[in-house]
């Protein structure tokens, strides 16, 4: 089925929007049976040299277009985003939003409204950018009764910590790279002295318990004071700074804060670097979970935004949410598989060895990496090379090579390296 949709901010996330369906519109389709159709697209900017839709620079024309069903609010700020959104829910549409600052500072009226209205609310990407954070609470871990919320949920910041941290940057520079990569909000400022982060930890804490939430009673403490010294001695003493959200209830109180944390290199949350954020949820049931990814941007965002507009549509025209099936996967074959490997052996100590299994080596075309021998007093020594990427099939055929070489003692260890950066690729 079609769900036609205006769109009003054609700016970070809104640009996002339009991309992301230019490319995966016809793939949503297939997958989940619901065709987004972009109708206009709003913005005060003329972008009509930037999209092939209609556009216009008056909101009033996408709320009282009666053909639209769902309006995708990418403006930001208060006003007149707030009365866009109650405008539309009262005309019958649906609304899906990413603007977290209007949700928790003003959004009592919003969400009275949604109660009362035909259509539905959506805001998976006023949290958290591209993590399904609000689905997860809401459907995933819904037999769940939460008790705890800890997140980094502000790209920009923790952008900034990992800057100064890894590279010495200086807080202006790191943070000049953050808003030159879209991250940041218009204002940086609600984004370094924590509000936006509050906003999202605000939301999450009335889902997770059900609670109105209000920001006067939330403790809010940005980065703007933390110097490469803090993070310097907190490094030394094994912790790293971060811009955490928290939120548990104690005996019914809410605890809800936002400040820089010190937490050990250990802790999951320790190794989430640059743009990335992560929300830990702890269930009664399932204990912690936790959800990572780029939490803020605009293909990311609009990756959220674009999942609420097909949940809304699913639910209100009954689309069953079957699983869709193309055609059968063609398999990666062991000769394509390119992979880093481990490999131990233990073998006699004595000239000419390392130039015969290096030989094997050569003759699969398998680069080595690195080449540790031990000096151990025994028989056999254990020997340990790494590789550069190499052909599976090569390497199974060299293992075998190695292991007939009478010098070699037992097996041959072989494990793949998969070194997979901090962006999961
Ligand atoms: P941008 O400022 O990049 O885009 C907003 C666009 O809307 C601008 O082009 C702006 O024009 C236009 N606009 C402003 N007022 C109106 C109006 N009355 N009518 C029509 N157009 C208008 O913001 P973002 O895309 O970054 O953010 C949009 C929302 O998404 C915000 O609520 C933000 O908090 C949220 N968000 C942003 C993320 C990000 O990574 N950037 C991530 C998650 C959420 P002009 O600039 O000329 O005012
Ligand atoms: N400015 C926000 C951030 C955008 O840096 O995380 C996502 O809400």
Redesign the pocket.
């Known amino acids: 089925m079609k769900i036609r949709c205006g769109l ?9 929007v339009y991309t992301l369906l230019q490319k995966h519109r016809t793939d949503i389709y297939k997958k989940t049976g619901v065709d987004i159709e972009l109708v206009t697209i ?4 003329d ?1 009509k040299d930037k999209v092939n839709v209609p556009v216009t ?3 009033q024309d996408v709320v009282n277009d009666a053909s639209i069903d769902v309006v995708i ?5 208060i006003e ?2 707030k009365t ?1 959104i109650l405008s539309a829910l009262n005309a019958g549409k649906s609304v899906v ?6 949700l928790a500072e003003s959004g009592n009226d919003i969400f009275t409204a949604s109660q009362k209205a035909k259509g539905a609310l959506a805001f998976e ?2 949290i958290g ?1 591209g993590i399904p954070c609000v689905a997860a609470l809401r459907n995933g871990l819904v037999g769940n009764a939460i008790q705890s919320v800890v997140g980094i949920l502000n ?1 920009t910041t923790n952008y900034i910590l990992t800057r100064m941290a890894e590279d010495g940057m200086s807080f202006d520079e790191a943070l000049k790279l953050a808003q030159a990569k ?5 204002d940086p400022t ?1 984004d370094i002295e924590g509000f ?1 982060a509050a906003h999202k930890i605000a939301l999450l804490s009335m889902l997770a318990y059900n609670v109105r939430v209000s920001m006067q009673n939330i403790y809010i403490e940005g980065i703007t004071k933390i110097t490469s010294l803090d993070i310097k001695y907190a490094h030394e003493m094994g912790y790293t700074i971060k811009l955490l959200g928290v939120s548990r209830m104690v005996d019914d109180k809410l605890d809800i804060r936002l400040q820089p944390v010190m937490i050990p290199f250990t802790h999951p949350l320790a190794s989430v670097r640059n743009e990335f954020n992560a929300v830990m949820y702890n269930g009664d049931m399932t204990g912690a979970v936790t959800l990572y990814g780029k ?4 293909l ?2 609009a990756s ?1 935004v674009v999942s609420d507009v097909v949940s809304i549509a699913q639910k209100q025209n009954g689309i069953k949410d079957s699983v869709y099936i193309a055609n059968d996967a063609q398999y990666l074959s062991s000769d394509d598989r390119m992979l880093r490997y481990y490999v131990r052996l233990h073998t006699e100590d004595r000239a000419g060895i390392l130039s015969k299994i290096s030989g094997v080596f050569a003759s699969y075309n398998i680069s080595i990496a690195s080449v540790i021998q031990k000096e151990v007093n025994a028989p056999y020594v254990p020997l340990v090379i790494t590789t550069h990427a190499a052909r599976e099939a090569a390497m199974h055929k060299a293992k075998q090579d190695i292991e007939q070489f009478n010098f070699v003692n037992g097996q041959v260890m072989v494990i793949p390296i998969e070194d997979f950066n901090s962006t999961g690729e």
């Open positions: 009003i901010g054609f700016g970070t996330v809104g640009s996002g709003c913005d005060v900017r972008i620079g008056s909101w609010e990418l403006i930001g700020g007149p985003a866009i939003t990413a603007n977290k600052k209007l990407a006023a950018g790209g879209g991250y940041a909000e218009a609600f936006d939490g803020a941007g605009s990311p965002t959220a």
